[in-house]
């Protein structure tokens, strides 16, 4: 069974960057399309950034692109989010998740089954 875990949520401070992991378990996760998701809560949950499976295209959304990066690490089994420039607006807890979507649903959190989510970790960013 997957297993999924995230790691290097931090507090930082405006205009900062953090790397966040993926880091996987149980299967093999270069098979598999990996969404980064964040939520505050209050409100929905947002997907941010996704990689398709085996080399496949990346994709962001709007509010991420160009600050943000998605990249996999298949000796470590994980998928890693470059954050640079971090705004206040980030702050967030962030999850991942792996499916199946082949396109740009891939930023839609319904494309990932319920049991291939990570706990998620927490980005603060504050001065």
């Known amino acids: 069974q997957l297993q999924l875990v995230e790691s290097g949520g931090d507090l930082v401070q405006p205009g900062g960057s953090l790397r966040l992991s993926c880091t996987a378990s149980g299967r093999t996760l270069d098979y598999y399309t990996v969404g980064w998701f964040r939520q505050v809560p209050g409100e929905q949950r947002e997907g941010i950034s996704c990689?398709?499976?085996?080399?496949?295209?990346?994709y962001y959304a709007d509010s991420v692109a160009g600050r943000f990066s998605i990249s996999r690490d298949n000796d470590n089994n994980a998928v890693y989010l470059q954050m640079d420039n971090l705004r206040p607006q980030d702050t967030a807890v962030y999850y991942c998740?792996?499916?199946?979507?082949?396109?740009?649903?891939?930023?839609?959190?319904?494309?990932?089954?319920?049991?291939?989510w990570g706990k998620g970790t927490l980005v603060t960013v504050s001065s």
């Open positions: 998740a792996a499916g199946g979507a082949t396109t740009n649903n891939c930023l839609l959190e319904r494309y990932y089954p319920k049991d291939n």
């Open positions: 990689i398709l499976g085996r080399g496949g295209r990346l």
